[in-house]
Structure formats: structure tokens, C-alpha cells
């Protein structure tokens, strides 16, 4: 099972998050919002096998970004794991809509040598994030909690693109609808602990299989047969990057 976006770095005690996800082999994706959280995260993650750390600038922090553009380029080389990074034009990211693309832009630039896992913030943005990855020639990027129109979601499956569904999305109706839409071959599961709550507590590695128990109902097959086809979609994803 895999979780690929989780800010394990938020949690109150991330150290116990990341021991869980090792022993019950999760793959996880320690997503993070600034460079100088990842810098500050690499030496407790370095232990962990199932437990991988991304570089990551968060739109909604682009306030912070300029200042840490040099060190995002400095740890580029670091990891293959990019996240969580990209647009957001909901009502508390509007006002900086064009710090933000400026910032994804030199994101996006940095990262084109390469084939990298990506996972994308786009609330309110789906279709100028997707113009932007085609500008860049980025491919096979994940978008994490993708809550645009169906239209767009077209376009981005088109295009080949994945997309990581969590606990909040399976329990909306909106949630279910994108989840029926996007090809079976291109579902990942992810927590986007703690900013993601289930039960009053914050969402994490271990609450997959609760993902994967609705998405097994839309895909009309049993909980095993769910898992390892999104394991195998992981397994595809992977198999990309170097
Ligand atoms: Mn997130």
C-alpha cells in the first residue's frame, strides 16, 4: 500500500508516523511545504526505507519561496520525490496568483532535466496548472486531490497524468464522481495528513485501506484486487523516474 502525499513533517510527532508506515509497509511520500523543511526533515528520514522525503514550496506559502529558491535548487539532487508544490486560486491563494506561477515556473524549470515524481496542489488552478506542465514538457505528474472540472480532469487523463484520491474525497459525492471518471490505471491513495482529518484525528498512512475500500466498491472488485492495481499503478510511476 502507498500513501503518496502525507505531511509527515505536521504531525505532532512525526517520528512515530513514519515508524507506523515502515511497519506496516507503507510507502510513504513525506511531502513538504518549503526547502528549508526538507532540509530539516532529511537526516530523520534517512533510517526509513518505506518513508520518502520531497522537496516542496506550497503556493500557499509563496510568500516565503524567493528566499529559498537557491536552496531548493541546492537539495534538488538530494531526491527523486518533488511535492507538494504548484497553484492555488481559491479564495486565500487569489491575491498571489502571479507570485505563484512566477514560483511553480522556476519550480518547474528546475525539474525539467529529469524525470521526477511531482505531486501537485491545483485547487481552483486545474487548467492553468495543466498548461503550465505542457509548457514545461512535464510528465506522468500526480495531481494530489484534484477537485476541478470534469473537463479538465479529461484533459489531464489525456495528457497521462495520475491522481491520488484521499479520505476526504471518498466521503463527498464530488469526491466519488472524479474518482469513477479517471482510469483505474492512474489512481494513487494518499493521506494529506494532518491537514486531512478522519475521526477527529489527523488522516495518515494507516487510513489507505479506507480509501482503497470505497474505490473497490466503484471499481465493482474486491479490497485485494483495488489494492494491487494501485500498487502497481505506484510500481508505474516509479518505473519513470530516476
Ligand atoms: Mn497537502
Not at 512515530?16 to 523543511?37: C, D, F, Q, Y
Not at 492553468?128 to 470534469?150: C, M, P, Q, R
Not at 486531512?196 to 489507505?208: E, F, I, N, S, T
Request: glycine share 6%.
Amino acid at each position: 500500500m502507498v500513501d503518496t502525499h502525507c505531511h509527515i513533517d505536521l504531525f505532532p510527532d512525526p517520528h512515530a508516523v513514519a515508524i507506523e508506515a515502515e511497519r506496516k509497509g507503507i510507502i510513504t511520500i513525506a511531502v513538504t511545504n518549503l526547502p528549508s523543511h526538507f532540509e530539516m526533515g532529511y537526516p530523520h528520514v534517512a533510517g526509513f526505507k518505506r518513508v520518502r522525503l520531497a522537496l516542496g514550496m506550497h503556493p500557499l506559502m509563496v510568500d516565503k519561496h524567493k528566499r529559498e529558491f537557491g536552496l531548493f535548487k541546492k537539495l534538488l539532487n538530494k531526491t527523486s520525490y518533488i511535492g507538494e508544490v504548484g497553484l492555488d486560486f481559491s479564495p486565500a491563494g487569489k491575491k498571489t496568483k502571479d507570485e505563484q506561477i512566477e514560483s511553480f515556473k522556476f519550480v518547474l524549470e528546475s525539474i525539467r532535466d529529469r524525470p521526477r515524481f511531482l505531486s501537485l496542489h491545483s485547487r481552483r488552478a486545474e487548467s492553468t496548472v495543466l498548461e503550465l506542465l505542457d509548457e514545461f514538457k512535464i510528465k506522468n505528474a500526480i495531481f494530489h486531490w484534484y477537485s476541478g472540472a470534469l473537463k479538465t480532469l479529461d484533459e489531464a487523463i489525456l495528457r497521462g497524468h495520475f491522481f491520488s484520491v484521499n479520505t476526504a474525497m471518498v466521503q463527498s459525492a464530488n469526491g466519488k464522481k472524479i474518482i469513477k471518471r479517471i482510469p483505474r490505471d492512474r489512481i494513487l491513495t494518499e493521506s494529506d495528513g494532518p491537514y486531512v482529518q478522519l475521526d477527529r484525528k489527523p488522516a495518515g498512512p494507516q487510513d489507505m485501506k479506507r480509501v482503497v475500500d470505497v474505490v473497490k466498491d466503484i471499481w465493482n472488485i474486491s479490497a485485494e484486487e483495488a489494492e494491487g492495481q494501485i500498487d502497481l499503478n505506484f510500481k508505474e510511476v516509479i518505473s519513470r523516474i530516476h
